[in-house]
């Protein structure tokens, strides 16, 4: 998964990493980790967190970082 998408949406919203954090209830240093692909594989229940968080679908946030990952692979 490409956690580049949370960066985008959460930017997209007018959010900053602390925002998201306390909004989501999920810790700024995670969410930075997802976001910069140190954390590939965040749980089901955070990414949920944070796509309410984000007033975002969740499975439009899972298809997305699914996408995007594919991508990646097809450009290789």
Sequence with gaps: MNGGNIRDLRKS???SLNELA???????SYISY?????QKNPSIIVLKKIS????????????KMNQTEENKYRSS
């Design 52 to 63: 309410d968080a984000l007033d975002v679908e969740f499975m439009t946030l899972i298809e």
């Design 22 to 28: 306390d909004v989501s209830g999920v810790s700024k």
């Design 34 to 38: 997802i976001e910069r692909g140190l």
């Design 13 to 15: 919203k007018g959010m």
